[in-house]
């Protein structure tokens, strides 16, 4: 185990998660953290060259730790000072840098760690990594002795996304939520939808599937919910341009991964979106956009909202 650690990266979950394994080897009265974009540098210079008051191992965490000057200047004096000082710590002492985000790697700070102890990067997943967090989402659910099925886990990522501190926390919440029970389920996830975030995301695929029973329902529910009607309006114009541009990017031959890169948006969302293309023409979209957009001009001049949207969903839904 290297004495001098550095964690960085975006992915801050797993950064905490290393960090509180770290933690336990060492007694909470011999360890310190220090906020290294606020603190002076010589008083961390003495904290890594003080033996440790109560005797034993001893940790130090330093979060993104910066020792130049504005200007530059002594910054080679510090970093001689700094690397000596690290070379020199005692031997039950153990240094953890920490950066939430990227580090410079043409810096000597990261040539000295690399060289003398140990660094780890953590990346988020991205966009196009859909299997990698599924993978993830799955293997994470043993630690609260609970398994999930595969419809269940891939709902819970449509909605979530790819960042795991929020699928993190979704999977406790719905561990607590099924009790005993072994596996999650699907309706599991549904469930859970009293904030009005699954009902959103059923709404808008119900848009998207042309199914008026399943949009009825839902919009009924986000109005239970108090969602605003702009907000309603908003989500369904932004549905219906991703599939006019899918579309027609999908004519133009491009695939599903040259599409999500063009329009910024996730694979798996343009792979739904490329399966219900069939059921819209572009002239089709086009009206619904423009009907949207109309709508919203009635509810700013007092039209009943719940009303007016409960007229249109049958409208968009119909066959062309």
Known sequence: ??????????????????IRSIKKDYPELNRERIDGSKAEFEPIIAVLS??????GDRLIIIDSFE???PDGRKEEEKEKRLFDSLKNIDKGTRVVFVYYDGVDKRRKFYKFIEKNGEIKEYKAFTEWEQDKALAWLVNRIKIYKKKISGRAANLLLDIVGTNLRMIDKELEKISTYIGEKDTIEEKDVSDLASSGEVDSFAFSNAIRDKNLTEAVISLRRLFKNNEQPHVLI???AKLYRML???????KEGFNQYEIASRLKAKPFFVKKCMEKT???SIEELSNNIKKLHSTDLKLKTGASSKLTLE????ELCQNA
Do not use: R
Not at 11 to 18: A, G, T, V, Y
Not at 244 to 250: A, I, P, R, S
Not at 311 to 314: A, C, E, G, N
């Open 278 to 280: 069939n059921l819209f």
């Open 67 to 69: 020792y130049a000057m």
């Open 1 to 18: 185990m290297s004495q001098i650690k550095l964690l960085y990266g975006e992915e801050d979950f797993l950064i905490d998660e290393e």
């Open 244 to 250: 006019l541009q899918v579309k027609c990017l999908e």
């Open 50 to 55: 003080t033996m440790p008051m109560l005797g």
């Open 311 to 314: 007229l249109l969903v049958p």
């Open 234 to 236: 908003g989500m369904m």
